[in-house]
């Protein structure tokens, strides 16, 4: 049972990034309903109840054209209420995406992204 709709979930990152210039340009949030959804077979793979990932590559974001350095899929099936979505929120944006985005220029080139 899906509590946020799509469009609330929109509305809630967005003004959560409003905070955050540099997340809010650099990174997309997709929203989809399920793991199987983004991942197909692999979902299999991600931890029962995930609430989103964290993906460090570039990704291409079609209705908006434009690339993004990062991207968080939210599995929307598995958010239990905003404050829920927003400690997520907190955790893909600053835990991986922030840690990423500072040290840069400083992890060797074939190292791994947090």
Do not use: C
């Not at 979505?85 to 400083?106: K, P, S, V």
């Amino acid at each position: 049972m899906t509590v946020l709709t799509q469009r609330e979930a929109e509305k809630i990152a967005t003004d959560f990034l409003r905070d955050f210039p540099v997340a809010l340009r650099e990174l997309v949030f997709i929203f989809r309903q399920t793991s199987f959804d983004v991942h197909g077979e692999k979902a299999l793979e991600i931890p029962v109840g995930a609430k989103a990932g964290y993906g460090s590559n570039d990704i291409f974001h079609p209705e908006r054209n434009r690339w993004y350095r990062g991207g968080v899929h939210v599995y929307l099936e598995n958010i239990d209420n905003k404050s829920d979505f927003l400690t997520g929120l907190r955790y893909e944006t600053f835990g991986h995406f922030g840690i990423n985005f500072i040290l840069a220029d400083q992890m060797p080139e074939n190292e791994v992204p947090i």
